[in-house]
């Protein structure tokens, strides 16, 4: 199939890629390369992939509606991975007009390429921030999300608001995914693994938020993968006997639906640093900071639709794997 991976050039979007190309599939892969975090980290993962005959890279801005339209018009794309995004919840508190434009009008110019192209199924990345104030652990797709505590947040809850309006106005299947806190090799600058991994290589202290209270459903990349290729397959269908009243908010009498992709099993930040300071064999230096704007005290996936309908769920061991096979990533790629 003619595949469209946006945010090809990310952490996940690269995966993804990878993963899709050796399956057989042709990709289409759009990026901005932005420099919100390092540019020749993007340049390097989208070094691997533009070796394969079957991957074209195409740099694009998702707010530019002239482009998107015109990639949709010259490719015949029969589904749609939609990962690009501005990411990152502390940087939406300074930098709030990026998150409009990629994330809100972004998404609508990928609706609206899928909606006059009649694409068979539109994957979009929605994330674990969307549960906001929600106590009750874990979360549940089934749990309202109303209150998000960050822009971030707010405009991804926006992003399943106008896929559910495209799937219910055009019969559009769409499907959300929450993301919980992914890591591993290639991943992003700006997460806390690789911000501990780097400074605690350096000899910099660490900063460990609200002194280290936090816990989080850290989920390996490649479980990530997995499902997201798994999903693309698993093409929403109409619920005719659901009601705005009585049914899940996760589904809909529309061809939508939302799932958790995360690990089921939320592991203290500080037990995240152990597993990082073992890796290294290296003790970290700890700043210790209150709360952050923004931030969840902890999240935790209930994915049990998820293994409904694809037989699988993430399950990579944080400590014993995870976290190894990145710090290994991680001295090789800056031969440290």
Known sequence: MNILVTGAAGFIGFHVSQRLLTAGHHIVGLD????????????????????????????????????????????????????????????????????????LIGHLNILEGCRCHKIEHLLYASSSSVYGLNRKIPFSTNDRVDHPVS?????????????????????LPTTGLRFFTVYGPWGRPDM??????????????????????????????????????????IVPQPDQNWTAESGSPATSSAPY????????????????IEATEKALGIKAKKNMLPMQPGDLLETSADTKELYQA???????????????KFVRWYRGFYNV
């Open 310 to 324: 694809i037989g699988f769920k993430p399950h990579t061991n944080m400590a014993d794997e995870g976290v190894t």
């Open 192 to 233: 806390a693994l690789f911000k501990f991994t780097r400074a605690i290589i350096a000899g910099e202290p660490i900063d460990v938020y609200n002194c280290g209270e936090m816990k989080r459903d850290f989920t390996y990349i490649d479980d990530v993968t997995e499902a997201i290729v798994r999903l693309q397959n």
């Open 257 to 272: 639906r939302v799932y958790n992709i995360g690990n089921s099993q939320p592991i203290s930040l500080m037990k995240y």
């Open 32 to 103: 901005n390369l932005n420099d919100y975090y390092d540019v020749k980290l993007k340049q390097s993962r989208l070094g691997l992939i533009t070796q394969h005959p079957s991957f074209t890279f195409i740099k694009m801005d998702l707010s530019d509606r002239v482009a998107v339209a015109s990639i949709f018009s010259q490719y015949s794309f029969k589904r749609v991975i939609h990962l690009g995004a501005q990411a990152g919840v502390r940087y939406s508190i300074d930098n709030p007009h990026s998150y409009a434009d990629t994330n």
């Open 151 to 171: 822009l971030y947040a707010a405009t991804k809850k926006a992003n399943e608001l106008m896929s559910h309006t495209y799937s219910h106005l055009y019969q």
